[in-house]
Every structure is written in structure tokens, then in C-alpha cells.
T-cell receptor, first 114, second 112 residues
Framework: DAGITQSPRHKVTETGTPVTLRCHQTENHRYMYWYRQDPGHGLRLIHYSYGVKDTDKGEVSDGYSVSRSKTEDFLLTLESATSSQTSVYFC?????????????FGPGTRLTVT | RKEVEQDPGPFNVPEGATVAFNCTYSNSASQSFFWYRQDCRKEPKLLMSVYSSGNEDGRFTAQLNRASQYISLLIRDSKLSDSATYLCVVNTPTGGSYIPTFGRGTSLIVHP
């Protein structure tokens, strides 16, 4: 299995509080991604990174920010959590080879915003 | 219209059955294609890539029709352990990178 960990694995927080989720990889892969998964919507891309300090927005980036100061770590921050951000968050990594992007996923973080 | 469309199912089949899932994509510039498997409350895992000429891995066969922008996955001799959600993934050019876009998944339930 690819060396990807996410922390925390579960979190309950209150509306309006800041939350940071961490993704850590040991594969030295260039690309890292944050997705959220909700019933009826499937996996939706929040942000992705193509290198240290290089990030870009995905389909559902509003309300989220990211940072990547080291190859191995990609942080997702909810500046002021809302109930609509209750979801399962998955981190993924890939090492692109041309247009062939095979992704490997972390175990996920279940976030509940009350 | 979502970029990658799948029939959500569920497909409820007996052990030993053959079942096929379909997936369509809207961006004709998409280049590479995959099927992932996701078990309940787990992360998605790569099942197989989909090649233009079609490819097989044991009981699983994937096919691509670029003209119709259509991908399929065939599972023969279904096992109870095949019960899962199957996600179609299309790599779409976005700002100089290829970004994976996921379908919503098709649920498969294999019963005794």
C-alpha cells in the first residue's frame, strides 16, 4: 500500500471554528489532492498541489485553503467551519507520467461540524 | 451536466453472474481512464486502467470507446467479495495538468 496517512481520522467541531486536516506521504510523489465525498455527489476535488508551494483550486474550493511547505505534507484548512462542510475528506497522491495519473488514497477523515 | 456519468445502481446480482457497468464522459480531450473500487467506509483503490484496445485482468474486462466517449467494466463469475462501489475516473486536461474527475460510482451487491 502507498504510504499515505491522514490526521485526524475523526473530528467533531463546532460551527465557526477553524479546522486543519493533515495529509502525509512517504512516496515523494509530486502531486497531492484533497477531495470530499458526500452521498449523491461522489468524490469532488477541493484543491490540489503540483509541488511545494504550488497549489490550484478544484471544483469545490470555496471555504477551504491549502498549504504545502514540504513535499510530504499537504494541509487542508477550513477557516470557519460550517455544517455544509460535514463530510468525509480524502487525500490522494500521484506521480504523473505524461497524462497517465494513477492516484493512491489515504484512509480518509470523517469531519462533523455541529 | 456532470463531466463523468455513471448509473448509480444498485446492481443486485447472484454469485456467478456477469455484470457490466457503463460510464460516459463529456470532455473529448480526456486522455486516460481508470476504474476504482471503493468498499463501504473505505478509501477508493485502483482496480484497473482502461486502454484503447481493451484490457483484461482475471475476471475483469475494461473497454474504451473514444468515439462514443464511453467506458465499460465487465465482471464475470461474480463473487460475494466483489460487492462494492465502482468508480469511473477520467483524466481531463486542466491548466497544463491532467486532473482526475470521478463519476459518482455504481453500487454492486452480489448475493448468495
Amino acid at each position: 500500500d502507498a504510504g499515505i496517512t491522514q490526521s485526524p481520522r475523526h473530528k467533531v467541531t463546532e460551527t465557526g471554528t477553524p479546522v486543519t486536516l493533515r495529509c502525509h506521504q512517504t512516496e515523494n510523489h509530486r502531486y497531492m489532492y484533497w477531495y470530499r465525498q458526500d452521498p449523491g455527489h461522489g468524490l469532488r476535488l477541493i484543491h490540489y498541489s503540483y509541488g511545494v508551494k504550488d497549489t490550484d483550486k478544484g471544483e469545490v474550493s470555496d471555504g477551504y485553503s491549502v498549504s504545502r511547505s514540504k513535499t510530504e505534507d499537504f494541509l487542508l484548512t477550513l477557516e470557519s467551519a460550517t455544517s455544509s462542510q460535514t463530510s468525509v475528506y480524502f487525500c490522494a497522491i500521484s506521480e504523473t507520467s505524461g497524462n497517465k495519473v494513477e492516484q493512491y488514497f489515504g484512509p480518509g477523515t470523517r469531519l462533523t461540524v455541529t | 451536466r456532470k463531466e463523468v456519468e455513471q448509473d448509480p445502481g444498485p446492481f443486485n446480482v447472484p454469485e456467478g453472474a456477469t455484470v457490466a457497468f457503463n460510464c460516459t464522459y463529456s470532455n473529448s480531450a480526456s486522455q486516460s481512464f481508470f476504474w476504482y473500487r471503493q468498499d463501504c467506509r473505505k478509501e477508493p483503490k485502483l482496480l484497473m486502467s482502461v486502454y484503447s484496445s481493451g484490457n483484461e485482468d482475471g475476471r475483469f474486462t475494461a473497454q474504451l470507446n473514444r468515439a462514443s466517449q464511453y467506458i465499460s467494466l465487465l465482471i464475470r463469475d461474480s463473487k460475494l467479495s466483489d460487492s462494492a462501489t465502482y468508480l469511473c475516473v477520467v483524466n481531463t486536461p486542466t491548466g497544463g495538468s491532467y486532473i482526475p474527475t470521478f463519476g459518482r460510482g455504481t453500487s454492486l451487491i452480489v448475493h448468495p
